[in-house]
């Protein structure tokens, strides 16, 4: 088998990418295929983080018209938690050992997204999910994971915007 091309690897996973052929949620099926995609990933070795965006739940953006911008878009980073939290659960259904970092407190639920710990965790094998984007209103999950593919010093960030279901 050959070596990766990359060691370290973040994978923008847009909330869409979840949804199949449903209009709204997470679909059972497409999110196991893209845990076992993860799965194989992690298996050849590579360092994987994961931002997960929160568009199949909610998105702020497009409801800001009819209420507070800055709740909007807190409330599209919970969104992402819920995302997170569920390909943790199914990841770590298949095998694969997952932390969940939250931007935004959540202890009871989440770690706190803190730099060296994620970095030691992806040292470890782990897969790290980035959750709650930057933690700040007005900035995108992709922005979230540009912040993140720096911060993890990741040979290369990939986006997934829409996974066929």
């Not at 847009?14 to 949804?19: D, K, N």
Request: proline residues 2%.
């Amino acid at each position: 088998m050959d070596k990766p091309v990359y060691k370290r690897v973040l994978l923008k996973l847009s909330g869409e990418a979840l949804l199949g052929k449903t209009s709204f949620g997470i679909c059972p099926d497409v999110i196991g295929a893209v845990a076992e995609e993860i799965k194989e990933v992690v298996i050849l070795g590579v360092q994987l983080g994961i931002v997960v965006g929160g568009g199949n739940i909610f998105r702020g953006v497009e409801v800001a018209r009819n209420m507070d911008r800055i709740s909007a878009d807190y409330m599209g980073m919970l969104a992402t938690v819920i995302n997170s939290l569920a390909l943790q659960s199914v990841l770590e259904n298949i095998g694969v050992d997952t932390r969940v970092q939250s931007a935004i407190e959540m202890k009871e639920i989440a770690e706190p997204y803190i730099r060296r710990r994620a970095l030691r965790h992806l040292e470890k094998g782990r897969v790290v999910v980035f959750a709650a984007g930057t933690g700040n209103p007005y900035f995108t999950t992709d922005t979230a994971a540009s912040l993140r593919a720096v911060e993890m010093e990741a040979g290369v960030l990939i986006k997934a915007t829409r996974v066929d279901g």
